[in-house]
Every structure is written in C-alpha cells, then in structure tokens.
C-alpha cells in the first residue's frame, strides 16, 4: 500500500467539519474540484467509502467515522512533530533576557541559569536587577522577554508560580534566648525596622491587622541589607521575606511568625508579545515542567 497523503486527511478532516466541499475548499484556499479529488484519491487508496453525499451535506460512513479518529490522531502527531522539530531549531542560538528583584536574582536564578545554559550554551541569558515595577516596565518596553516579581500582577502580564518565599522575625542575639516559636504577645514587646518598600510593608501591616495586633516601628529602611545589619547591632527586629535577609549573619537570630505570611515569587512575561522558543524553554526550566519536568528522565541532570 502507498503511503497515505497527509494533505488528503487534512481536507477530509476539513469537509466532516464544515459538512460540505464547497466551504471546506474555501477553507483551504483551494477549489472544490481539488477537494473532491482529494477526497476520491483517499477513497480509492483505501479501497472504502468514506463520505456520503445528501442533502444535509457531507456526512462520513460508519468506517468513514472510524479513519477518521485515526487520521485526528495522525495529525495531531503531526502537529507534535513539528513542534519539536521548530523548538530545537529555536534553540540553537538567540537569546532569553530576564530581570529580577534583587533576592530572586541573588539566591533563585543563578543555579537555574547555569542549567540553561550548560543545555544551552549557544543561547545568551542575560539578567537585569530591578525593584518589581522596574521589572514590569522593562517588559512593557520589550527591553526583557521574563521577569521575577512577587505575584499577583496585572492582567497585562501572563504569570506563573515559581517559588514560595516565608516573611521571617528577625531578631538581634543580644535579646538573649528565644523561644522557637514565637507568640504574639513576645513580638509585641519589639520595636521593629520596617522595609521601606510598599508591597512587603503593606503586606506586614495588613498581616498584623488581620491578627488584631499593632506593630510597632522605630525605623524604615529603604536597602534590606541595612535592616539586617541594623538587627544585628541591636537596634531592633525586622520583619523581611527570607529570600530577602539572606545570608544571615551571625548576629541574628531567624524565627518564623506565629501565624505564617508568604509572598509568591512568579514568573511573568507580557501577554500580548510573542517569544521564540528560547523564551519557552526558559519559562519551562522556571516551573520544571517540559524539558525540566521532575518526572522527565532528560532532566536527571538537573536534580
């Protein structure tokens, strides 16, 4: 048997959908001459009827129906075949520009970029430092293709989760011992340097509100390193995401809240932009799903 001609399960895929020749032929910019041709050369290669012409248009037969939930699967895999075949050709050069705030560039990406790039090495990962709304214009000007920002965002952004970051007390050892799990009434007694920076504020002041306590504040410090280094002098406790106190010196002592605070650190590109492979397969590697996926064997390397 001849091999079968992709083109000519494409149009009859076509003609069941649409059931008729006439649109079908509109559909695939060609004439309907061409689609009947199409369809006879399939028949007679099969050796079976596949279509029933009438009134309500083009109908498939009862084996019609059956070839052609085979012919959808040939396609689909198909579909699948040039996928690959366009991502590792987009992956052979080009580049993935990505921008950050400072604790997710500092401690999250380094270790992934070095994977990409191992994998990779003829595409170019490049990574700017900003604070969250840096990031967001940076991808609004199409200066970067991803950026690291606590979530939610906008819905100009497409995002997705990459990370859980914990809000840690950060206290000075020369408080003396500390219990490992702090209450309120012990955190009550502390005068805390704020970090001078709207969404983790807003979000440690709404937190304390919400567990009907009140926060008191002696400082509030625009760099995070300052607050830790402050902390450590004994000049007050802190409150920060860890990705953010990190490292901690040995001057200070880290314990969780008594009710626990997290931001979501994600991944978000512009929605209405288009990206090349590279840009993806970045974004995969970010999530560990795709190439980077835990359950696939590719990836072994990368655990």
């Avoid at 290669?45 to 129906?65: E, I, K, N």
């Avoid at 996928?83 to 400072?102: D, I, P």
């Avoid at 990779?120 to 940076?138: K, M």
Wanted: proline share 6%; with cysteine.
């Amino acid at each position: 048997m001849h091999s079968i001609n992709i083109f000519h399960l494409q149009i009859l895929l076509t003609v069941v959908e649409e059931s008729s020749f006439s649109t079908a032929a509109l559909k695939c910019d060609i004439s309907q001459s061409a689609v009947s041709r199409a369809i006879a050369t399939l028949e007679d290669h099969l050796g079976v009827s596949l279509l029933t012409r009438g009134r309500f248009g083009a109908r498939p037969t009862p084996v019609g129906d059956r070839i052609i939930a085979h012919a959808r699967q040939i396609l689909q895999c198909c579909e699948r075949i040039d996928y690959e075949v366009n991502l590792a050709k987009g992956l052979q050069g080009g580049s993935v520009r990505v921008a950050s705030f400072r604790s997710a560039a500092t401690h999250l990406l380094p270790p992934l970029m070095v994977q990409f790039c191992q994998r990779f090495p003829r595409i170019e990962v490049t990574l700017t430092e900003a604070d969250p709304l840096g990031v967001e214009r940076a991808l609004r000007e199409g200066l970067v293709d991803i950026g690291l920002v606590p979530l939610p965002r906008s819905e100009e952004f497409d995002t997705w989760e990459i990370a859980r970051d914990e809000f840690v007390v950060l206290l000075p050892k020369s408080v003396g011992t500390v219990s490992p799990a702090l209450t309120w009434e012990e955190l009550s007694t502390y005068s805390f340097i704020l970090y001078n920076y709207a969404e983790c504020t807003s979000a440690v002041r709404k937190h304390w509100a919400k567990w009907g306590q009140s926060l008191k504040v002696a400082y509030e410090i625009k760099e995070d390193s300052t607050i830790v280094s402050m902390v450590a002098q004994g000049l007050g406790a802190a409150i920060l995401p860890k990705l953010t106190a990190m490292p901690i010196p040995e001057g200070v002592v880290v314990r969780s809240l008594p009710e626990p605070l997290e931001r979501v650190v994600g991944a978000a590109v512009l929605a209405s932009a288009l990206h090349p492979p590279a840009v993806f397969t970045f974004l995969d590697l970010l999530r560990q799903t795709g190439l980077f996926t835990a359950e696939n064997p590719d990836s072994a390397e990368s655990r």
